[in-house]
């Protein structure tokens, strides 16, 4: 045996060695995780069933909570809020078996987030899946809620013509990876700015770009260039879908769309299909992304393109533009004048 350790053996077996620990250590905590939850809609189930076997109130709770801190003083989680948030997580949950076996895999805290922001039970798995998937943070989450991703992404009705050009079940999973609108008020932009000036501050900020896109996008580059003959083209962001196992190209567009837009996009997927994508994958797939478009002209640009591509708006900002702010009425004064027409139409 000899004490010479080469170092290109030595790195290759620390890195085994610190992938099997990260590996292990992810698993002890999401199987933590998972016994958490459960405990808590164990006592959650608890709480519901001793106050209507007993008649208990309130005071059970608050009561429960002084006891169980004595009895695990280092143990966290039993206040009273947190006990009637056990109690209200077994409630809304105990209905609906199928989101019981998923909330699981997410934090308590986004548990309390999603049942404190939403009601409808597809909304919530929709929110639940999108966490396990895309691992968001609690902050992720919110923001996710605030900007109605489900709204646009699992139940809008979107533009594209993926049930003519393409397989029956990658169709179905190209509907659901893409949205009708895309939020990207991240960007910070309030004023018009040039096609190119918009992409580079996506590329810049690829990160919140990704996790507007969703899951699966992979960023591969922008102004991506295909050569062919004597001639060059540039397509403005191209992206690689996992699950769809796909292209995704990206053309945008700071005015309204325009029926030539498919036609443009039809040629770049050709380019990409003959030069870029490799054998075992799917079709490549466009998305023409508009500040604004007329439902009309795309379904009609769409009919008879043989390439599969969908049309979707992107939205820069929430807050009213500057130059509308003052001309609408606050709060206050929509109050003033709605409430005394509502009153008078009730005598």
């Not at 698993?27 to 208990?56: C, D, P």
């Not at 996992?242 to 050709?270: D, H, Q, S, W």
Request: hydrophobic share 40%; glycine share 4%; with cysteine.
């Amino acid at each position: 045996m000899t004490d010479l350790i080469n170092s290109t053996d030595y790195s290759q077996f620390l890195d085994d060695i610190k992938s099997a620990i990260q590996s292990r250590h992810a698993k002890a905590v999401y199987a933590v995780n998972r016994e958490h939850i459960a405990l808590y809609q164990s006592i959650g189930e608890l709480i519901v069933q001793k106050q209507e076997q007993f008649g208990w109130g309130k005071s059970v709770v608050e009561q429960l909570s002084i006891d169980l801190k004595k009895l695990f003083p280092t143990a966290t989680g039993y206040s009273v809020q947190n006990l009637w948030y056990m109690r209200q997580f077994y409630l809304e949950y105990n209905d609906f078996p199928n989101l019981q076996q998923l909330v699981g895999e997410i934090p308590w805290g986004h548990n309390l987030l999603i049942i404190s922001k939403l009601k409808d039970a597809d909304e919530r798995k929709f929110y639940i899946n999108a966490t396990i998937d895309m691992k968001w943070s609690r902050n992720v989450l919110l923001n996710q809620i605030k900007a109605n991703a489900y709204q646009r992404q699992a139940i809008a009705t979107k533009q594209h013509n993926f049930n003519e050009t393409l397989p029956a079940h990658v169709a179905e999973q190209a509907d659901e990876a893409i949205k009708d609108s895309y939020m990207l008020d991240f960007l910070g932009i309030r004023e018009p700015m040039l096609e190119r000036d918009l992409e580079q501050k996506m590329v810049t900020q690829i990160r919140d770009v990704l996790l507007e896109l969703g899951y699966g996008f992979s960023f591969i580059g922008n102004q991506y260039r295909i050569e062919t003959h004597d001639k060059e083209y540039f397509i403005d962001l191209l992206f690689y879908h996992r699950r769809l196992k796909c292209l995704v190209a990206i053309e945008l567009k700071t005015g309204a769309f325009k029926p030539e837009y498919a036609g443009k996009m039809n040629f770049y997927l050709n380019l990409l299909d003959d030069t870029v994508r490799e054998a075992d994958e799917n079709p490549s797939i466009g998305i023409i992304l508009c500040a604004d478009r007329d439902h009309f002209e795309v379904e009609y640009a769409l009919k008879g393109t043989t390439r599969p591509m969908g049309v979707a708006e992107y939205i820069l900002t929430k807050e009213l533009p500057n130059e509308l702010r003052g001309r609408l009425p606050n709060l206050t004064e929509m109050k003033s004048k709605i409430l005394p027409k509502i009153k008078k139409e009730k005598r």
